[in-house]
T-cell receptor, first 112, second 111 residues
Framework: EADIYQTPRYLVIGTGKKITLECSQT?????MYWYQQDPGMELHLIHY???????EKGDLSSESTVSRIRTEHFPLTLESARPSHTSQYLC???????????FGSGTQLSVL | GEDVEQSLFLSVREGDSSVINCTYT??????LYWYKQEPGAGLQLLTY?????DMKQDQRLTVLLNKKDKHLSLRIADTQTGDSAIYFC???????????FGQGTELSVKP
């Protein structure tokens, strides 16, 4: 059973606020990912990490930043939220490259 | 670049079989996946197939892979209303193990 958790589940926030979306996994996976999904649209990779102190930009440009100080934790931060950041953010992890991903339940972010 | 294409909608009657199709462009794909997303929820891995396989069956799910045509399909036998969801096809390439997702197919099951 996959053990990957995202908090908060829903977040409604005003423009200009700094927010951090949390993602934690207890499987000891080295690879972690953040995907962004707009309603009815495909998933886009925005950040990924191969392990501690490794972070890379994904295919879709994003104003968010990530950090990987611990294996189990991969938070995503927006320094100044804008309405264009309204979306669903999905965190995922995998044990190795090309192995199946396990996804969290997602954070639905609404920026007013 | 790599691309994954799916039809956007599929509607079936309860008890019928559903077939969701997917095409991809990356010939170096190693794994191909099917994920299910229920409304407001995250993605759930349904099944996956390694690129050197032609078929994989798991209870009501059958995955067919035509590597020559780069075509992947998911067949759901005896479709139930609980199968109504968005189904994403994805492939992993050799560039860092990232998954490339299709747009998702919304499956609607009518009683």
């Amino acid at each position: 059973e996959a053990d990957i958790y995202q908090t908060p589940r829903y977040l409604v926030i005003g423009t200009g606020k700094k927010i951090t979306l949390e993602c934690s996994q207890t499987m000891g996976h080295d690879k972690m990912y953040w995907y962004q999904q707009d309603p009815g649209m495909e998933l886009h990779l925005i950040h990924y990490s191969y392990g501690v102190n490794s972070t890379e930009k994904g295919d879709l440009s994003s104003e968010s930043t990530v950090s990987r100080i611990r294996t189990e934790h991969f938070p995503l931060t927006l320094e100044s939220a804008r309405p264009s950041h309204t979306s669903q953010y999905l965190c995922a992890s995998s044990r190795r490259t090309n192995e199946k991903l396990f996804f969290g339940s997602g954070t639905q972010l609404s920026v007013l | 670049g790599e691309d994954v294409e799916q039809s956007l909608f599929l509607s079936v009657r309860e008890g019928d079989s559903s077939v969701i199709n997917c095409t991809y462009t990356d010939s170096s794909s190693t794994y191909l996946y099917w994920y299910k997303q229920e409304p407001g929820a995250g993605l759930q891995l349904l099944t996956y197939i390694f690129s050197n396989m032609d078929m994989k069956q798991d209870q009501r799910l059958t995955v067919l892979l035509n590597k020559k045509d780069k075509h992947l399909s998911l067949r759901i036998a005896d479709t139930q209303t609980g199968d109504s969801a968005i189904y994403f096809c994805a492939e992993s390439n050799n560039q860092g193990g990232k998954l490339i997702f299709g747009q998702g197919t919304e499956l609607s099951v009518k009683p």
